[in-house]
Protein backbone atom coordinates (compact mmCIF):
# COMPACT_ATOMS: atom_id res chain seq x y z
CA UNK A 1 0.00 0.00 0.00
CA UNK A 2 2.26 2.87 -1.54
CA UNK A 3 -0.67 5.24 -2.17
CA UNK A 4 -1.04 8.18 -0.01
CA UNK A 5 -4.00 10.90 -0.47
CA UNK A 6 -1.62 13.59 1.11
CA UNK A 7 -0.66 14.13 -2.09
CA UNK A 8 -3.46 14.92 -3.67
CA UNK A 9 -6.35 16.46 -0.87
CA UNK A 10 -7.69 19.09 -2.46
CA UNK A 11 -7.28 18.05 -6.11
CA UNK A 12 -9.98 18.60 -8.68
CA UNK A 13 -10.93 14.94 -7.85
CA UNK A 14 -11.46 15.71 -4.00
CA UNK A 15 -13.74 18.85 -5.10
CA UNK A 16 -16.02 17.18 -6.90
CA UNK A 17 -16.10 13.90 -4.72
CA UNK A 18 -16.53 15.96 -1.35
CA UNK A 19 -19.17 18.67 -2.81
CA UNK A 20 -21.07 15.32 -3.58
CA UNK A 21 -20.63 13.70 -0.34
CA UNK A 22 -21.18 17.09 1.74
CA UNK A 23 -24.69 17.46 -0.15
CA UNK A 24 -25.44 13.80 0.49
CA UNK A 25 -25.13 14.67 3.89
CA UNK A 26 -26.93 18.30 4.21
CA UNK A 27 -29.57 16.42 2.70
CA UNK A 28 -29.83 13.61 5.23
CA UNK A 29 -29.96 16.04 8.18
CA UNK A 30 -33.09 17.28 6.48
CA UNK A 31 -34.83 14.58 8.98
CA UNK A 32 -34.63 14.58 12.80
CA UNK A 33 -33.64 10.82 12.79
CA UNK A 34 -29.67 9.81 12.53
CA UNK A 35 -28.07 8.72 9.91
CA UNK A 36 -25.35 6.49 9.49
CA UNK A 37 -22.00 7.05 7.58
CA UNK A 38 -20.04 4.37 6.61
CA UNK A 39 -16.37 5.24 4.75
CA UNK A 40 -14.35 2.14 3.60
CA UNK A 41 -11.37 4.33 2.32
CA UNK A 42 -11.21 6.93 5.02
CA UNK A 43 -7.31 8.33 4.50
CA UNK A 44 -5.61 10.44 7.35
CA UNK A 45 -9.25 12.96 7.72
CA UNK A 46 -7.41 16.19 7.60
CA UNK A 47 -4.67 16.96 5.05
CA UNK A 48 -2.19 19.93 6.00
CA UNK A 49 -1.10 21.65 2.63
CA UNK A 50 2.08 23.32 4.21
CA UNK A 51 2.83 19.63 4.74
CA UNK A 52 6.07 18.29 2.73
CA UNK A 53 3.88 15.97 0.98
CA UNK A 54 1.25 18.98 -0.49
CA UNK A 55 4.25 21.16 -1.37
CA UNK A 56 5.73 18.29 -3.34
CA UNK A 57 2.82 18.08 -5.14
CA UNK A 58 0.74 20.95 -4.92
CA UNK A 59 -2.58 19.17 -6.71
CA UNK A 60 -4.32 21.80 -4.43
CA UNK A 61 -3.14 24.50 -6.04
CA UNK A 62 -5.30 23.42 -9.34
CA UNK A 63 -8.04 21.78 -7.33
CA UNK A 64 -9.52 23.66 -3.73
CA UNK A 65 -7.21 27.21 -4.08
CA UNK A 66 -8.63 27.85 -7.90
CA UNK A 67 -12.42 27.41 -6.44
CA UNK A 68 -11.68 29.66 -3.38
CA UNK A 69 -10.18 32.45 -5.64
CA UNK A 70 -12.54 32.85 -8.46
CA UNK A 71 -15.63 34.33 -8.66
CA UNK A 72 -18.80 31.91 -8.07
CA UNK A 73 -22.30 32.36 -9.68
CA UNK A 74 -24.94 32.13 -6.64
CA UNK A 75 -25.94 28.08 -8.14
CA UNK A 76 -22.75 27.04 -8.12
CA UNK A 77 -21.58 28.71 -4.85
CA UNK A 78 -25.15 26.99 -3.56
CA UNK A 79 -23.74 23.82 -4.94
CA UNK A 80 -20.41 24.43 -2.97
CA UNK A 81 -21.87 25.31 0.18
CA UNK A 82 -21.42 22.66 2.56
CA UNK A 83 -18.23 21.51 1.42
CA UNK A 84 -16.88 25.38 1.78
CA UNK A 85 -18.34 26.14 4.96
CA UNK A 86 -16.56 22.93 6.22
CA UNK A 87 -13.05 24.24 4.99
CA UNK A 88 -13.30 27.97 6.12
CA UNK A 89 -13.96 26.83 9.36
CA UNK A 90 -10.35 24.69 9.12
CA UNK A 91 -9.00 27.75 8.06
CA UNK A 92 -10.17 30.56 9.95
CA UNK A 93 -7.86 33.65 10.40
CA UNK A 94 -5.73 31.76 7.78
CA UNK A 95 -5.01 31.48 4.54
CA UNK A 96 -5.35 28.14 2.93
CA UNK A 97 -3.06 25.98 5.11
CA UNK A 98 -5.99 22.82 5.78
CA UNK A 99 -8.21 20.36 3.53
CA UNK A 100 -10.75 18.15 5.01
CA UNK A 101 -10.42 14.67 3.57
CA UNK A 102 -14.35 12.75 3.53
CA UNK A 103 -14.05 11.68 7.59
CA UNK A 104 -13.05 15.44 8.81
CA UNK A 105 -16.21 16.27 6.45
CA UNK A 106 -18.83 13.74 7.96
CA UNK A 107 -17.45 14.50 11.12
CA UNK A 108 -18.24 17.91 11.08
CA UNK A 109 -21.65 17.93 9.10
CA UNK A 110 -22.85 15.30 11.40
CA UNK A 111 -24.91 15.84 14.20
CA UNK A 112 -24.24 14.11 17.39
CA UNK A 113 -26.70 11.30 17.48
CA UNK A 114 -25.63 10.53 13.71
CA UNK A 115 -22.92 7.44 13.41
CA UNK A 116 -20.11 8.02 10.99
CA UNK A 117 -17.71 4.32 10.55
CA UNK A 118 -14.83 4.81 8.94
CA UNK A 119 -12.58 1.84 7.66
CA UNK A 120 -8.88 2.41 6.93
CA UNK A 121 -6.34 -0.47 6.36
CA UNK A 122 -2.69 1.28 6.50
CA UNK A 123 -1.90 0.91 10.05
CA UNK A 124 -0.39 4.51 10.98
CA UNK A 125 -3.35 6.33 9.02
CA UNK A 126 -5.70 4.10 10.79
CA UNK A 127 -3.83 4.82 14.40
CA UNK A 128 -3.75 8.52 12.95
CA UNK A 129 -7.59 8.69 12.50
CA UNK A 130 -7.84 6.93 15.86
CA UNK A 131 -6.35 9.84 17.60
CA UNK A 132 -7.89 12.88 15.61
CA UNK A 133 -11.60 11.21 16.38
CA UNK A 134 -10.82 9.71 19.78
CA UNK A 135 -13.04 13.11 21.61
CA UNK A 136 -15.64 12.65 19.25
CA UNK A 137 -18.66 10.17 20.31
CA UNK A 138 -19.99 9.63 17.14
CA UNK A 139 -17.00 8.82 15.20
CA UNK A 140 -15.50 4.72 15.37
CA UNK A 141 -12.49 4.25 13.43
CA UNK A 142 -11.77 0.36 12.25
CA UNK A 143 -8.33 -0.83 10.95
CA UNK A 144 -9.44 -3.46 8.94
CA UNK A 145 -10.76 -4.00 5.29
CA UNK A 146 -13.21 -1.61 3.94
CA UNK A 147 -15.05 -3.83 1.50
CA UNK A 148 -14.41 -6.92 4.25
CA UNK A 149 -16.06 -3.93 6.79
CA UNK A 150 -18.77 -3.10 4.54
CA UNK A 151 -20.70 -6.58 3.85
CA UNK A 152 -20.68 -7.33 8.05
CA UNK A 153 -21.61 -3.68 8.76
CA UNK A 154 -24.94 -2.84 6.49
CA UNK A 155 -27.44 -2.74 6.79
CA UNK A 156 -27.06 -0.52 10.04
CA UNK A 157 -29.64 0.13 12.47
CA UNK A 158 -30.11 3.40 10.75
CA UNK A 159 -32.90 3.12 7.78
CA UNK A 160 -31.19 6.11 5.63
CA UNK A 161 -27.35 6.56 5.74
CA UNK A 162 -24.31 7.44 3.36
CA UNK A 163 -21.65 5.10 2.11
CA UNK A 164 -18.37 6.27 0.37
CA UNK A 165 -16.32 4.14 -1.30
CA UNK A 166 -13.34 5.72 -2.04
CA UNK A 167 -10.49 3.17 -3.03
CA UNK A 168 -7.17 3.99 -3.90
CA UNK A 169 -6.90 2.01 -7.44
CA UNK A 170 -3.19 0.88 -7.31
CA UNK A 171 -4.65 -2.41 -7.97
CA UNK A 172 -5.19 -2.93 -11.93
CA UNK A 173 -8.18 -4.79 -10.51
CA UNK A 174 -9.80 -2.64 -8.01
CA UNK A 175 -12.93 -1.77 -9.98
CA UNK A 176 -13.71 -5.77 -9.87
CA UNK A 177 -12.95 -5.82 -5.89
CA UNK A 178 -15.31 -2.35 -5.73
CA UNK A 179 -18.00 -4.05 -7.85
CA UNK A 180 -17.93 -7.53 -5.67
CA UNK A 181 -18.03 -5.64 -2.62
CA UNK A 182 -20.86 -3.18 -3.07
CA UNK A 183 -23.25 -5.43 -4.83
CA UNK A 184 -23.85 -7.28 -1.30
CA UNK A 185 -23.69 -4.58 0.84
CA UNK A 186 -26.31 -2.70 -1.73
CA UNK A 187 -28.58 -5.83 -1.73
CA UNK A 188 -28.91 -5.46 2.02
CA UNK A 189 -29.21 -1.89 2.22
CA UNK A 190 -31.20 -0.60 -0.69
CA UNK A 191 -32.15 2.47 1.44
CA UNK A 192 -28.58 3.93 1.60
CA UNK A 193 -27.01 6.51 -0.42
CA UNK A 194 -23.79 4.92 -1.78
CA UNK A 195 -21.18 7.41 -3.43
CA UNK A 196 -18.80 5.49 -5.33
CA UNK A 197 -15.24 7.22 -6.37
CA UNK A 198 -13.63 6.36 -9.73
CA UNK A 199 -10.28 7.57 -11.47
CA UNK A 200 -11.02 7.81 -15.56
CA UNK A 201 -7.58 6.26 -16.34
CA UNK A 202 -9.11 3.58 -18.02
CA UNK A 203 -12.86 5.08 -19.34
CA UNK A 204 -14.05 1.16 -20.84
CA UNK A 205 -12.91 0.00 -17.32
CA UNK A 206 -15.33 3.00 -15.67
CA UNK A 207 -17.88 2.21 -18.67
CA UNK A 208 -17.97 -1.83 -17.21
CA UNK A 209 -18.43 -0.86 -13.94
CA UNK A 210 -20.69 1.94 -14.41
CA UNK A 211 -23.17 0.20 -16.43
CA UNK A 212 -22.80 -3.10 -14.97
CA UNK A 213 -23.88 -1.86 -11.87
CA UNK A 214 -26.79 0.22 -13.15
CA UNK A 215 -27.45 -2.75 -15.29
CA UNK A 216 -27.74 -5.33 -12.17
CA UNK A 217 -29.55 -2.51 -9.55
CA UNK A 218 -31.95 -1.88 -12.48
CA UNK A 219 -32.68 -5.61 -12.90
CA UNK A 220 -35.31 -7.29 -10.82
CA UNK A 221 -36.26 -3.45 -9.81
CA UNK A 222 -34.03 -2.63 -6.92
CA UNK A 223 -33.62 0.19 -7.88
CA UNK A 224 -35.66 2.48 -10.20
CA UNK A 225 -32.74 3.93 -13.07
CA UNK A 226 -33.38 7.64 -12.26
CA UNK A 227 -32.43 6.78 -9.02
CA UNK A 228 -28.64 5.92 -10.47
CA UNK A 229 -26.46 9.17 -10.86
CA UNK A 230 -23.12 9.76 -12.71
CA UNK A 231 -21.10 12.62 -12.14
CA UNK A 232 -17.63 12.78 -13.80
CA UNK A 233 -15.19 15.73 -14.69
CA UNK A 234 -12.01 16.05 -16.31
CA UNK A 235 -9.43 18.54 -16.49
CA UNK A 236 -7.89 17.79 -19.86
CA UNK A 237 -7.93 15.51 -22.55
CA UNK A 238 -8.70 12.10 -21.24
CA UNK A 239 -6.22 10.78 -23.70
CA UNK A 240 -3.87 12.18 -22.10
CA UNK A 241 -0.71 10.45 -20.20
CA UNK A 242 0.78 11.19 -16.68
CA UNK A 243 -1.06 13.08 -13.86
CA UNK A 244 -4.75 11.84 -13.35
CA UNK A 245 -6.91 13.87 -16.12
CA UNK A 246 -10.23 12.85 -14.81
CA UNK A 247 -12.43 11.35 -12.40
CA UNK A 248 -15.72 10.92 -10.89
CA UNK A 249 -18.41 9.48 -8.77
CA UNK A 250 -21.39 6.77 -9.38
CA UNK A 251 -24.45 7.55 -6.81
CA UNK A 252 -26.73 5.28 -5.78
CA UNK A 253 -30.16 6.97 -4.29
CA UNK A 254 -28.89 10.32 -4.52
CA UNK A 255 -30.34 13.18 -3.40
CA UNK A 256 -33.55 14.51 -5.22
CA UNK A 257 -31.33 18.07 -5.16
CA UNK A 258 -28.62 17.06 -6.40
CA UNK A 259 -28.68 16.86 -10.02
CA UNK A 260 -29.42 19.91 -10.42
CA UNK A 261 -27.13 21.27 -8.09
CA UNK A 262 -24.68 19.10 -10.57
CA UNK A 263 -25.96 20.51 -13.65
CA UNK A 264 -24.75 24.16 -12.02
CA UNK A 265 -21.13 22.64 -10.60
CA UNK A 266 -19.89 20.87 -13.54
CA UNK A 267 -19.44 22.88 -16.00
CA UNK A 268 -18.45 25.83 -13.72
CA UNK A 269 -15.66 23.12 -12.28
CA UNK A 270 -14.47 22.03 -15.89
CA UNK A 271 -14.04 25.61 -16.89
CA UNK A 272 -12.68 26.91 -13.59
CA UNK A 273 -10.29 23.82 -13.18
CA UNK A 274 -8.86 22.97 -16.88
CA UNK A 275 -5.24 22.30 -17.05
CA UNK A 276 -5.39 21.83 -21.03
CA UNK A 277 -7.17 21.13 -24.16
CA UNK A 278 -10.20 18.92 -23.50
CA UNK A 279 -11.42 19.57 -20.12
CA UNK A 280 -15.34 18.76 -19.57
CA UNK A 281 -17.66 17.13 -17.80
CA UNK A 282 -20.58 14.87 -18.20
CA UNK A 283 -24.01 14.11 -15.87
CA UNK A 284 -26.01 11.24 -16.64
CA UNK A 285 -29.08 9.65 -15.09
CA UNK A 286 -29.59 7.02 -17.34
CA UNK A 287 -25.83 4.72 -17.82
CA UNK A 288 -26.05 2.25 -20.14
CA UNK A 289 -29.20 4.04 -22.08
CA UNK A 290 -27.32 6.62 -23.38
CA UNK A 291 -26.39 9.88 -21.54
CA UNK A 292 -29.18 12.45 -20.09
CA UNK A 293 -26.98 15.34 -20.93
CA UNK A 294 -23.08 14.93 -21.86
CA UNK A 295 -21.16 18.39 -22.44
CA UNK A 296 -17.25 19.46 -23.54
CA UNK A 297 -15.36 22.40 -24.12
C1 LIG B 1 -8.30 7.78 -1.84
S1 LIG B 1 -7.78 7.52 -0.21
C2 LIG B 1 -9.18 7.95 0.73
C3 LIG B 1 -9.50 9.40 0.78
C4 LIG B 1 -10.69 9.75 1.63
N1 LIG B 1 -11.85 8.90 1.35
C5 LIG B 1 -11.07 11.19 1.43
O1 LIG B 1 -11.93 11.49 0.59
O2 LIG B 1 -10.54 12.03 2.14
C6 LIG B 1 -7.78 5.77 -0.07
C7 LIG B 1 -7.38 5.24 1.30
O3 LIG B 1 -7.74 3.85 1.36
C8 LIG B 1 -6.78 3.16 2.14
N2 LIG B 1 -6.95 1.73 1.79
C9 LIG B 1 -6.39 1.01 0.79
N3 LIG B 1 -6.93 -0.21 0.72
C10 LIG B 1 -7.87 -0.27 1.70
C11 LIG B 1 -8.80 -1.26 2.12
N4 LIG B 1 -8.90 -2.46 1.50
N5 LIG B 1 -9.64 -0.98 3.16
C12 LIG B 1 -9.58 0.21 3.79
N6 LIG B 1 -8.71 1.20 3.42
C13 LIG B 1 -7.87 0.96 2.40
C14 LIG B 1 -5.47 3.81 1.77
O4 LIG B 1 -4.52 3.61 2.78
C15 LIG B 1 -5.90 5.29 1.61
O5 LIG B 1 -5.72 5.98 2.82
Not at 47 to 76: C, H, M, N, W
Not at 99 to 105: D, L, N, Q, R, W
Not at 134 to 147: C, F, L, P, Q, S
Not at 239 to 252: H, N, P, Q, R
Amino acid sequence: MNYRHAFHAGNFADVLKHAVIAQCLEHLKKKDKPFRVIDTHAGIGLYDLTSDQARRSPEFKDGIARVLDAERPDAVEAALAPLLGVVADLNRSRGLEAYPGSPEIAARLARPADRIQLCELHQEDARTLDQRYAKDAKVKVEARDGYKALKAIVPPREKRGLVLVDPPFEDRDEMAHMAEAIMPALEKWLTGTFVFWRPLKDIWAAERFDVGLAEWLISEQRIEPEKILRADLWVRDLSTEGKLAGAGVVIVNPPYTLEAQLLALLPWLAETLAQGEGAGWRLDGAIGEGSLMVDEF
